[in-house]
């Protein structure tokens, strides 16, 4: 990963927040427009002023989370960084289809691109917490919860299922996780680029990876002793001698002999 992919990756993710301001402007020229009772895409039908401003919003937005993914993928570990770029192609994808084929227009392809961009972005934000996880653990359970209430909320919002948010409201529960995730994670991984990977710091600190690295192995040091103590308390009882044998009876001893019974008989 060259510093230039971590600029211009960063930046497109971080350019993801256009979307808001796009979005405000719309509304404003949409007359008794309400943010809880009517949904985003209602900004880029025929009844908006700013129709074609905010379509063109859709689309850029699409273009710059697939970039910020196609971007930032290499530099993401695991697993789950390589389903996150998937996964957020997918959503850039989906937002872009939004934008070409308004509501008014094409309504079942706009569905489809919107149900695209919302489980795939929230879906994608759930990996990109796993990918960016060994950079900082802070960063992936942010990313890990915001993408959690993303899922959440397109599963209410596609279920009809609104609560007190009202159907524009649950959808942007669902959307506006996706670029203040992405702006979240590219201004992150903008800012530590491959730095990460350094055993120490410039100032002779240990650095977060060899921190991460320390700790890791100070558990399997102690999950080691912690075995061999188990292994060595389960050995003891086999290795501890046995009781001394009682000494053997004379054939002739009677078990109901008692010296001090005057009737007893008399042993020889």
């Known amino acids: ?16 927040l256009q979307f808001f301001v796009v979005e405000a402007i719309a509304a404003s020229q949409f007359g008794g427009y309400s943010y809880s009772g009517d949904v985003i895409s209602d900004l880029g039908t025929a009844d908006s002023a700013a129709r074609v401003l905010m379509n063109a919003s859709f689309v850029v937005q699409g273009l ?3 970039a910020g993914a196609l971007l930032l993928g290499p530099g993401l570990a695991g697993t789950g960084g390589r389903l996150a770029r998937v996964l957020l192609v997918v959503a850039g994808l989906g937002v ?33 917490a796993y990918g960016v996880r060994p950079r900082s653990e802070e960063l992936g359970t942010t990313l890990a919860v915001l993408g959690l209430v993303g899922v959440i909320g397109t599963i209410f919002f596609g279920s009809a299922v609104f609560l007190l948010l009202g159907e524009g409201g649950m959808e942007r529960v669902a959307g506006y996780v996706i670029p ?7 201004i992150a991984l903008w800012r530590q680029k491959d730095d990460w990977l350094a055993l120490t710091n410039p100032d002779g600190t240990p650095s977060r990876r060899q921190l991460r690295e320390d700790a890791r192995l100070e558990r399997l040091q102690r999950a080691a002793e912690r075995d061999a103590a188990l292994e060595a308390a389960a050995r003891r009882p086999a290795e501890r001698p046995a009781p001394p044998a009682a000494a053997p009876r004379a054939a002739d001893e009677d078990d109901d002999f008692d010296p001090e019974d005057p009737w007893a008989p008399r042993r020889r």
């Open 180 to 186: 203040l995730g992405l702006t979240a994670a590219g």
């Open 1 to 16: 990963m060259t510093d230039s992919r971590y600029r211009w990756g960063g930046l497109a993710w971080a350019l993801t």
């Open 64 to 66: 710059l989370i697939a």
């Open 96 to 128: 872009l289809v939004v934008g070409l084929f308004p509501s008014d227009g094409n309504a079942t392809v706009h569905g489809i691109g919107a149900t695209a961009h919302l489980l795939g972005g929230g879906l994608g934000l759930i990996a990109l």
